[in-house]
């Protein structure tokens, strides 16, 4: 039996959140321990050997590399994004191609709101989460590190009325190492300022998919 998306935004048993009109993936992918460790070292040589590796995002795919580590990550992706797919009702197999980067932040680093154009769902994985603050004298209602999602619907929560369970226009992620997020590309997203003077790294990627054409709904077919 398939299970009923939650009536509400919080967690369901396998990770899933219904956020507005939107569904967002939320799980810690089992053996993220022992994969870490050897993904921020490849990350780490990489960025030695390319300083812009951060930025030079659409210039590289961290997938065409065939480390053990990497393609476990690539894998773990695959399945969760025919999961994705499969709870959105897609129950039918799509061709994709997956394009990977590295990101690694130091203090003071952040990503602008953004979306991913031409990708069809869009994803981060976490490899290293800092766990403490530098000693600055920030507001209280800073979310260091966090990625907050906004909702596609502007001004929506304007009407709101009581007990609506999509009133907030924006939700924020607190990242811990071995998470992975996957969201709709078009989505809104913007990556909060590193104020740890550890590193912050991840790995952010898009499924692209291949002849979209094929997948047209009936009523855009001519």
């Keep these: 039996m398939t299970a009923k998306p939650p009536s509400d935004n919080s967690v369901d048993e396998q990770g899933f959140r219904q956020l507005w009109p939107v569904l967002l993936l939320q799980r810690t992918l089992p053996g993220h321990d022992q994969a870490n460790p050897v993904l921020e070292q490849s990350i780490l040589h990489q960025e030695a050997m390319h300083e812009g590796l951060t930025t030079d995002y ?7 590399s065939d480390d053990p580590a990497i393609n476990w990550l690539m894998q773990c992706i695959h399945k969760s994004a025919a999961d994705y797919c499969h709870r959105a009702g897609m129950d039918y197999a799509i061709d994709w191609t997956l394009q990977g980067w590295a990101n690694v932040n130091r203090l003071g680093d952040y990503h602008d709101p953004h979306n991913h154009p031409h990708a069809y769902l869009s994803g981060t994985y976490y490899v290293r989460v800092p766990q403490s603050r530098a000693s600055l ?3 209280a209602d800073v979310r260091p590190g966090c990625i907050t999602f906004y909702d596609p619907r502007g001004s929506v929560n304007m009407t709101a009325i009581k007990n609506d369970p999509q009133v907030e226009p924006e939700f924020t992620v607190v990242p811990q190492a071995g998470m992975i997020l996957m969201w709709p590309a078009f989505l809104l997203h913007y990556v909060h300022p590193n104020l740890a003077d550890d590193l912050r790294i991840s790995i952010s990627f898009n499924l692209i998919v291949k002849s979209p054409t094929n997948y047209l709904p009936s009523q855009l077919r001519k």
Excluded: E, G
């Design 137 to 139: 004298h920030n507001r």
């Design 58 to 64: 659409a210039q590289q795919n961290l997938f065409a």
